[in-house]
């Protein structure tokens, strides 16, 4: 079911940004947004393109409150045969739906989601960087919207797409990373809000990822919840290694995200033969690893960093150099296949690139 969509065209478009090489992250934003609301006795209505701008907000609105919010990121990419692609984002708009279960918050349909992401990708289509690293970032948002102040599931709701032009998240690129395995603070606990994908959730990790930050760490590697003794993942990617041969990251617990460039990384893993295992992994067995040589590489995953090798990891006092501080050979595929894929450059086996239009 597709939502109906009126386009209000800015009257005065941005000058694009002149050096693709100085994109950064999430800093430039493109001429127009999308926003719909919601109420419980009308449904979604009044889906609208319109110039981006602020967003008038009632200074008892449930998000500002209660942090009734949730969030998507995925990308819209130049292929090399000159059309603007994404890259799986039905499994984003399903994440979205999963998360607004999990925080009372109204979901949509699925097509109608695809048919918003498509109808403002195309508009924006000339803000789709051209420079190899670079793609228009979305980021889709809802947010509860009640204009009272009781603790209840709302009754109103926004949900709101914004594209900025990105280049590399980290600094680093596709150079290794420093992170910090952050042992006083927890991000979630299974039973909580880890797996969705929630505003909330970030502003919990703020404090342990300045203090990483400070000691000149890019992320904190948080560990579960209660224990405090398995790897769960990074502030803003999923976490894998390469021991003794094999791929090993964290199961899908319910604390961390469901990440869906894990999920094709693994899917890569395997077609190249590799034995991969989700499952607990604790600390203890990661260094015990590195002490015997075993650890041979370990990376993260995820849309923003694409897949980023970890060079360092700190813990309790102690830094420990994984791969010499180097790309490992594992990282540097997954990398060059999933990019590949994205950009158009590599056969699509698993038909992972959805087309929104020509270039
Ligand atoms: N984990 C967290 C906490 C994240 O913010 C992200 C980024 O979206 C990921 C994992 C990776 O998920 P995905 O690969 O779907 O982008
Ligand atoms: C993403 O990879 O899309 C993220 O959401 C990471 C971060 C910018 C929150």
């Known amino acids: 079911m597709k939502y109906e969509i009126s386009i209000t ?16 992250f999430g800093r430039i934003f493109t001429d127009h947004m999308f926003m719909m609301d919601y109420a419980t006795d009308k449904g979604w209505y009044n889906g609208r393109i319109v110039p981006f701008g602020p967003i008038a907000i009632h200074p008892a ?128 606990v299974r039973g909580g809000t880890g797996y969705a994908k929630c505003g909330g959730n970030y502003a919990a990790s703020l404090r342990a990822g300045q203090r ?54 693994l899917e890569l893993l395997k077609d190249w033969g590799y034995t991969v295992e989700e499952r607990q992994i604790s600390v203890d067995e990661l260094f015990e690893a590195a002490a015997n040589g075993s650890l041979e590489e370990a990376w993260g995953t995820g849309t923003a960093a694409v897949v980023s090798p970890i060079g360092q990891l700190f813990y309790n006092g102690n830094a420990y150099t994984l791969c010499g501080g180097k790309i490992g050979e594992v990282a540097q595929k997954l990398y060059d296949n999933l990019t590949g894929i994205q950009w158009g450059k590599i056969d699509d086996a698993h038909g992972w690139s959805y087309t929104v239009c020509n270039g």
Request: glycine letters at 8%; aromatic letters at 8%; charged letters at 25%.
């Open 9 to 24: 065209k800015t009257a005065n478009p941005k000058a694009r940004p002149a050096d693709e090489s100085k994109l950064g």
């Open 61 to 188: 609105s449930t998000v500002l409150h209660y942090g009734a919010e949730i969030f998507e990121g995925m990308k819209a990419y130049r292929a090399a045969d000159g059309t603007i692609r994404m890259f799986r984002p039905l499994e984003n708009v399903k994440r979205l739906n999963q998360s607004a279960e999990r925080l009372c918050l109204p979901q949509l349909d699925e097509e109608g989601c695809l048919d918003i992401l498509n109808t403002l990708v195309e508009l924006e289509k000339d803000w789709v960087p051209h420079n190899d690293g670079t793609s228009l970032y979305i980021r889709p948002f809802l947010f509860g919207n009640d204009p009272h102040l009781g603790v209840h599931a709302v009754k109103e709701a926004t949900f709101v797409v914004i594209c900025s032009p990105v280049g590399a998240y980290y600094a680093e690129g596709i150079n290794p990373v420093k992170i910090a395995i952050e042992s006083q603070d927890v991000r979630a």
């Open 212 to 265: 990483a930050e400070e000691q000149g760490y890019t992320q904190v590697l948080w560990l579960d919840g209660v224990e405090r003794k398995y790897i769960e993942e990074v502030g803003a990617m999923n976490v894998m290694f390469k021991i003794g041969g094999k791929i090993v990251t964290p199961a899908l617990s319910g604390s961390i995200l469901p990440g869906i460039t894990r999920k094709s990384c």
